[in-house]
């Protein structure tokens, strides 16, 4: 029986800063990013914060923020980019959990954090999709309380997901999207932000931007990239991906190394 080859719903990736300086920005994923050493220094939520090693950083989806060396030598760290719909399908009413604080040193979560970062990629899904219970789970013993969304707002969320997916090279309008799943742009947009962190609008151009990154990782040029993942042109890709990543794609490329995609049998996860 031929292996079923699945994307999983997360990506791993480690980096050494030493000069380097993110500008503020924002994406529509978690990221939790493990000090490995020096200090890290990063702005979030009204406040300067400040993780060492030890602690994990936790970015919300779609909350603004930058990072920088907080002290000489600069810092390093393991990271996981994580969607948020990788959480949600395992908590109760499909909610997201937050961490208003950004930096945590609680046991449960860095153990969680560690686990899902030294999965072998030749691991079976049903052990990725384990690592991501448990991370959720220890999200929950942090986090505030969840806004709940009925099935019914899933279902329609996912729909929207998959047709964006689908459909990102073209572009999607909110008129389809409203033909689609037969809410108005408003509902869809509340009910959106509730279990994807985001609006449709920077869903599509995240999406865009997974295809860029990983056009990068292939050593493609930057200009073909950008026409096929449905960017106008470079120019308009890389302002997308400083505003996601707070670095020029050129940066992206000699800082960020980022694990391949791991290939999994017998199971999918959903």
């Given amino acids: 029986m031929p292996e079923t080859q699945i994307s999983l719903p997360y990506q791993r990736f480690h980096a050494n800063i030493v000069a380097t ?33 030890g602690a994990v950083v936790v970015l919300h989806p779609d909350e603004l923020h930058d990072g920088r060396p907080g002290a000489e030598g600069g810092f390093g760290y393991a990271g996981l980019s994580i969607l948020p719909e990788a959480l949600s399908q395992y908590r109760p009413g499909g909610g997201l959990p937050f961490l208003p ?8 979560l860095i153990n969680a954090v560690r686990a899902m970062l030294d999965l072998s990629p030749q691991a079976d899904a049903v052990e990725h ?33 998959d047709h964006i997916r689908t459909h990102s090279a073209r572009g999607v309008s909110l008129d389809e999207l409203e033909g689609l799943t037969g809410l108005d742009r408003w509902q869809l947009s509340r009910d959106f932000r509730t279990l994807r962190g985001t609006s449709p609008a920077r869903y599509l151009t995240q999406r865009r931007l997974d295809q860029v990154r990983q056009a990068i990782a292939g050593g493609d040029r930057l200009a073909d990239a950008a026409q096929d993942a449905g960017f106008v042109d470079q120019a308009h890709m890389s302002r997308h991906f400083k505003a996601a990543y707070g670095i020029t794609p050129g940066q992206f490329a000699r800082t960020i190394i980022q694990d391949p995609a791991p290939s999994h049998r017998h199971a999918v996860l959903h």
């Fill in 129 to 161: 999709e384990s690592a991501l219970i448990d991370l959720a789970l220890a999200l929950d013993r942090l986090s505030d309380a969840p806004i709940v969304a009925s099935p019914v707002s899933r279902a329609v969320v996912e729909a929207a997901c």
């Fill in 101 to 108: 604080g950004g930096v945590s040193r609680d046991r449960v």
């Fill in 21 to 53: 300086a993110f500008a503020p920005h924002r994406h529509d994923s978690y990221v939790f990013a493990l000090t490995t050493r020096g200090v890290q220094d990063f702005d979030y939520r009204g406040s300067t914060r400040r993780s060492q090693p």
